[in-house]
């Protein structure tokens, strides 16, 4: 499998059959994203995806193993109610047995390494934001790494959120997981053009995934308040204020009233998953998560599989742009300067 151009796993929405299946087709690696839909659900999506392509595509599984978190404090100061916070493993072993009896072409792992990590027929990627648990997943066995930088959108695929973290941002992340392991690299997190796409190959990346870059296709459920966030160029900001789980995404109004958030994933997931969809559908922008990552303003509404066209383009002419100038740009050889 060389597909060098990787379309992110987007749960909570974004992610579609439809969206996986066109950047397979187009040569691109398609994702669908197995978080927070039913196994019921998942066996739909699969089923959906093979009959729109014949092509490999890949389905992300979180493997959170958080302790449980007492979110009530912060429930009363939101004006939500306690009640509704509750822990989930986000139907862990049945998602797995599905995806062992009807394998994709890759099983990724975020938010944890699974323990231990399961042998399936499908290559297995793990999400990793720092060296340490580079290392600790090559050696526990996965194929390939997703190195996920500080740029990226959505939820850090951190495998323990704590205070304080300092992540690292995706070119210099790359390279200090390049030197500890030596399996291959899927880079992600703030690419969203053909450029960004040659950095991260050039950089020792086997591939580039993108996330953002692909919610505004037509083929991406994202909705329309998303969408028009996403075509600004509105700051980002880390939050937890939604999920208690840090996240990257769109400043608004919900994000700076709670600044001070507590960790508590996915507890305040499910505390917070009403007002979210009642203001996804009420158009509202100010209460609902805007994930997106650094280079959002980049991203093109146009169908994904032209969209994969454009990148792998956008990527051969960054290449030979680059060749260019690493030869021209560099002082030409001086002669000595005659003594005087
Ligand atoms: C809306 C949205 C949802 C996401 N959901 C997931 C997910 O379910 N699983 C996962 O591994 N990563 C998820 N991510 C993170 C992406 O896999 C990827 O790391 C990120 O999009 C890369 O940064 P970029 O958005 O700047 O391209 C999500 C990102 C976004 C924007």
Redesign the pocket.
């Known amino acids: 499998m060389n597909r060098a151009i990787v379309q992110?796993?987007?749960?909570?929405?974004?992610?579609t059959p439809a969206l996986a299946a066109a950047v397979s087709d187009a040569g691109g690696l398609g994702f669908l994203?197995a978080?927070y839909r039913t196994v019921e659900q998942l066996v739909e999506d699969l089923a959906e995806t093979r009959r729109l392509t014949a092509e490999p595509f890949g389905v992300?599984v979180?493997a959170h193993r958080s302790d449980p978190a007492d979110v009530t404090e912060f429930a009363r100061s939101a004006g939500l109610d306690p009640a509704t916070a509750r822990w989930s493993d986000d139907e862990y072993d049945a998602k797995l047995a599905l995806l062992a009896e009807d394998p994709p072409a890759v099983v990724?792992f975020?938010f944890g390494l699974p323990d231990p990590l399961p042998s399936l027929p499908s290559q297995v990627w793990v999400?990793v934001t720092g060296v340490e648990e580079a290392r600790a997943a090559a050696a526990a066995g996965a194929d390939a790494l997703?190195v996920?930088g500080f740029?990226?959108?959505?939820?850090r695929?951190a495998w323990v959120d704590r205070e304080g973290r300092d992540d690292i941002g995706t070119l210099a992340l790359l390279a200090l997981v390049r030197a500890a392991v030596d399996v291959p690299l899927i880079a992600?997190?703030?690419?969203?053009d053909g450029a960004g796409i040659a950095a991260v190959l050039a950089a020792g990346a086997s591939a580039a995934?993108?996330?953002?870059?692909f919610?505004l296709c037509p083929e991406a459920a994202t909705v329309p308040a998303h969408r028009e966030a996403i075509a600004t160029e509105r700051p980002t900001g880390l939050t937890r204020a939604f999920t208690g789980r840090l996240a990257r995404g769109i400043d608004n109004a919900w994000m700076r009233a709670h600044r001070d958030a507590p960790i508590g994933y996915p507890e305040l997931h499910y505390l917070t998953a009403r007002l979210r969809a009642e203001a996804r559908a009420a158009g509202d922008a100010d209460r609902f998560n805007l994930?997106?990552?650094?280079?959002?303003a980049l991203a093109r509404a146009v169908p994904a599989a032209e969209l994969v066209r454009l990148l792998a383009d956008e990527t051969r002419a960054a290449l030979e742009d680059a060749r260019g100038r690493s030869a021209s740009a560099l002082p030409a050889p001086t002669t000595a300067k005659s003594e005087t």
């Not at 992110?8 to 992610?15: K, L, R, T, V």
């Not at 740029?151 to 939820?155: F, Q």
């Not at 992600?188 to 969203?192: K, R, Y």
């Not at 994930?291 to 959002?296: I, K, T």
């Open positions: 992110a796993p987007m749960s909570g929405g974004p992610s994203a978080g992300n979180f990724s975020t999400t997703v996920q740029e990226a959108g959505g939820h695929g992600t997190g703030g690419i969203a995934m993108l996330g953002t870059a919610l994930w997106a990552g650094q280079a959002h």
